[in-house]
């Protein structure tokens, strides 16, 4: 059982699923925070596929923070956690976060402190840059690494310092990251794989899964569910 929904955090979602069997978790640039057995967990960007599992009866709640949008938030860069799942008492303090935790075990709506949580850190620390929106629009769109620099004013090594930091990525991996996403998507809704690989930007069909194949070590048909 996988559900979520939109989150009351900008741009994120709330997700639930049950703690049990193997959940292939595929890049999509984004981070997480995450209650699973009593703890408070955050999932940095990957650069390839995670596979999560779990035994038991319990419940795994997470909240998605869009691309650029969880370091706001945990107050560390996105690249200091690619490819790493830590307890959030590394990155804040204990006595703090043993206090979270509490409050989300006698919460009957994990989801809603974990928003509630983000929504404090942003009021404290701020918004994400419009800088890095316009970034992700731009690279989602397919723009080349040049175009985007030039289009929010920064030159091509300050675009991949910052996009390092807020995204974990430099710009061109993050670019490959959104539009896998992307054809990922499609492929969810029933696209054919030449009309994916055409609409999301890839030389053609054998491009399409030859960039799969390396963001996440199975084919496309494989992910569709």
């Known amino acids: ?3 979520e929904r939109v989150s009351v955090v900008d741009h994120s979602v709330v997700w639930r699923r049950k703690a049990v069997g193997e959940l292939r978790v595929v890049p999509d640039g984004c981070m997480d925070l995450i209650w699973a057995g009593g703890e408070l967990l955050v999932a ?4 390839r596929s995670h ?3 779990g035994t038991g009866d ?13 370091p706001a938030v945990l107050g ?5 956690l690619r490819d790493q799942r830590v307890a959030l008492q590394e990155l804040w303090a204990p006595d703090r976060v043993r206090r979270l935790a509490g409050r989300i075990a006698a919460a009957t709506a994990p989801g809603r402190v974990l928003e509630a ?3 404090d850190r942003l009021r404290r620390g701020g918004t994400p840059s419009p800088v890095l929106r316009a970034i992700v629009r731009l690279l989602r769109d397919g723009h080349p690494v040049t175009t985007v ?7 091509e090594r300050q675009l991949r310092r910052r996009s390092l930091t807020a995204f974990g ?25 030449a009309e994916i690989a055409a609409r999301a930007g890839y030389a053609d069909q054998p491009h399409l899964a030859r960039e799969v194949k390396a963001l996440t070590g199975r084919p496309l048909g494989r992910l569709r569910g």
């Open 1 to 3: 059982m996988y559900q």
């Open 44 to 47: 940095g960007p990957d650069t």
């Open 51 to 53: 596979v999560a599992s």
């Open 58 to 70: 319990g419940v795994v709640t997470g909240l998605r923070f869009a691309p650029g949008t969880g």
């Open 76 to 80: 560390v860069p996105a690249c200091a």
């Open 117 to 119: 949580i983000a929504e």
């Open 149 to 155: 620099a030039e289009a929010v004013g920064l030159s």
């Open 169 to 193: 990525y430099g710009p061109k991996k993050l670019g490959r990251v959104l539009r896998f996403d992307r054809a990922l998507s499609m492929a969810r809704d029933g696209a054919p794989l």
